[in-house]
């Protein structure tokens, strides 16, 4: 696509504003024939699919924040003067087409879109059926934006596709892609890898850990532990398994306890052999692929680990690579953890919630990459970007 000057993208941007503020009335009726449609058996993916008025301000408020951000490409990276006379500049430069499929969660069709735009890349939209008359709604005030300024609707194209014509579409499409980002649970990921010819940027699977350590505040760790397991069942970044070290003082009254505020609070509870010792009356894993599992439920895996490296060892084997934490007051141990735990984010006495690109302070996010090539965690603005390099000469030739 043709490199559009900084101020048009922010025309367009803020003309995007205020047609979300106008036309919310239309949005939320769209909002509710999806929701009218949906079967409200899987909870998680209804919460994600709900469009309110203060959603809608968070949708305003994040194209705002990346039209306030400044403009990713063209900026110099680092410059070189070789001792042939050549200077060699190296720049931000846009991907170019970048496919994101992704299901429910119609504010993705707006947070995909305005960063795809401000950094110049064109975005093809794949949302899933459940979001349809939202999605659509949303692009049609996208399509507005565009034309008010003079631009073509290529920027941002809705892609109305089935999974045969999908995969099909993913093995010969009909137009240039240089990304595809899969934004939701292992089934969508493994599908796209399968049939994709370019580059896939996983994102979305959690399955997150929390190690309470023997030197951990345990006050500190229960509230953590009920923030990042109950705050948000459906976000990719909430808690699935517990490890409690053996070590711990009062390690199996502070087992019960936290089998306690767990059941309080309307989680249901699996438990491993050790931990089965204790809370008797708990299900036991019977299959060792749960600990694999991403519930996105109110359901959590409580396990016994016997030191700081058992519980590596545990997260490293079943994590999604997505985000971990440690409670401990020791900062040394916190650090070993850190180090060595194969994650996305990591965490001392903290919340796997705040892995989320508004709480870290990238901003509106296109997704959570657990991949490591080319950017890993919140993939804002700064990160949808490639680069180029710029070569002046002056007749040199390589001899």
């Not at 934004?183 to 190690?211: M, Q, T």
């Not at 229960?222 to 009062?250: F, M, P, R, W, Y």
């Not at 949808?384 to 002056?394: E, H, I, P, Q, R």
């Amino acid at each position: 696509m043709k490199l559009l000057k900084t101020e048009i993208k922010n025309q367009v941007l803020k003309d995007m504003e205020h047609i979300l503020d106008t036309n919310r009335e239309e949005l939320l009726q769209a909002n509710q024939k999806d929701l009218d449609a949906f079967n409200r058996d899987d909870q998680a993916l209804y919460d994600r699919l709900i469009v309110n008025d203060k959603k809608v301000d968070q949708m305003i408020q994040a194209v705002k924040e990346v039209r306030l951000q400044e403009d990713p490409v063209s900026k110099e990276i680092s410059t070189r003067n070789l001792d042939n006379g050549l200077k060699i500049i190296n720049k931000t430069a846009p991907f170019g087409t970048i496919m994101i499929i992704y299901e429910s969660r119609p504010d993705v069709t707006v947070e995909a879109a305005v960063l795809a735009f401000k950094a110049n890349n064109k975005i093809l939209l794949k949302g899933g059926k459940e979001a349809y008359h939202s999605n659509k709604a949303l692009v049609k005030f996208w399509h507005q934006a565009l034309e008010q300024n003079g631009l073509s609707e290529d920027f941002i194209q809705f892609l109305e596709m089935d999974r045969t014509q999908t995969q099909e579409f993913l093995k010969n499409p009909d137009q240039d892609l240089d990304l595809i980002v899969p934004r939701g649970g292992e089934r969508l990921i493994a599908f796209v890898k399968e049939h994709a010819k370019c580059a896939v940027l996983v994102s979305g699977r959690g399955n997150n850990f929390l190690y309470v350590h023997k030197e951990a505040d345990w006050k500190k760790s229960l509230e953590v532990i009920v923030n990042a397991k109950t705050h948000k069942i459906s976000a990719c970044n909430a808690l699935d398994k517990v490890l409690l070290d053996t070590q711990i003082e009062g390690y199996e009254a502070k087992l019960v306890e936290l089998k306690n505020l767990l059941s309080e609070k309307g989680v249901s509870i699996l438990v491993d052999e050790k931990v089965k010792n204790v809370l008797t009356d708990e299900e036991t894993i019977t299959d060792d692929s749960v600990w694999q599992e991403e519930f996105l439920a109110m359901k959590c895996v409580i396990g016994a680990v016997d030191n700081l490296d058992e519980a590596i060892i545990k997260i490293n084997k079943n994590s999604g690579g997505h985000s971990a934490s440690i409670m401990t007051e020791n900062n040394s141990v916190a650090q070993t953890f850190m180090e060595n735990v194969d994650c996305a984010a990591v965490y001392q006495n903290a919340s796997t919630r705040f892995t989320d690109g508004g709480q870290m302070g990238v901003g509106a996010e296109l997704a959570i990459s657990t991949d490591k090539l080319h950017h890993r965690g919140p993939l804002g603005l700064k990160q949808l970007v490639t680069n180029k390099y710029y070569v002046f000469g002056d007749g040199q030739i390589r001899v």
